[in-house]
């Protein structure tokens, strides 16, 4: 399970360049009921992992808009089609932000450190995949 992005990921994440947009896919499988840490406010309390992820999405919304970031694509998983059907995902969704270096803000912000526990709480699996925007795109798939 992959919750929070590896070290080597994120050496070569960062070692990309910083000063240019990127979209980050981000597919998420959620807990059935939601994991807070002994000492959290919402510890004990009968949530699902959308409960959290939602609580996540609502409180860290003002860094995220305030580094550049945005959401550009949503949507709702239905079937795996090709691939397995183990990585069946409950939310799928793209974030743009203006920089990479936006992007580590956010991680680094002291306030994001604490709200992430909401992400952790609900989320049982994850991708996030860094990509370049394309702009000039063909007529065909792969263009």
């Given amino acids: 399970?992959?919750?929070?992005?590896?070290?080597?990921?994120?050496?070569v994440f960062k070692s990309l360049?910083?000063?240019q947009p990127?979209?980050?896919?981000?597919?998420?499988?959620?807990?059935?009921?939601?994991?807070?840490?002994?000492g959290h406010p919402d510890h004990g309390k009968d949530l699902t992992g959308l409960d959290a992820y939602r609580a996540y999405g609502r409180t860290t919304a003002h860094i995220f808009k305030r580094l550049g970031g945005r959401q550009v694509w949503a949507g709702k998983p239905q079937v795996m089609v090709t691939g397995p059907g183990?990585?069946?995902?409950?939310?799928?969704?793209?974030a743009e932000y203006p920089s990479s270096e936006a992007f580590i803000s956010m991680v680094r912000d002291p306030?994001?450190?604490?709200?992430?526990?909401?992400?952790?709480?609900g989320v049982a699996d994850s991708r996030l995949l860094r990509l370049e925007p394309v702009s000039d795109l063909g007529?065909?798939?792969g263009e």
Avoid: C
């Fill in 1 to 11: 399970m992959y919750i929070d992005p590896g070290r080597d990921a994120w050496e």
């Fill in 17 to 19: 360049p910083r000063d």
């Fill in 22 to 38: 990127i979209q980050m896919l981000n597919l998420v499988k959620l807990k059935p009921r939601a994991d807070y840490p002994q």
């Fill in 86 to 94: 183990s990585e069946a995902w409950d939310i799928a969704f793209i």
């Fill in 111 to 121: 306030e994001y450190q604490v709200l992430v526990a909401h992400r952790t709480a």
């Fill in 139 to 141: 007529e065909g798939f």
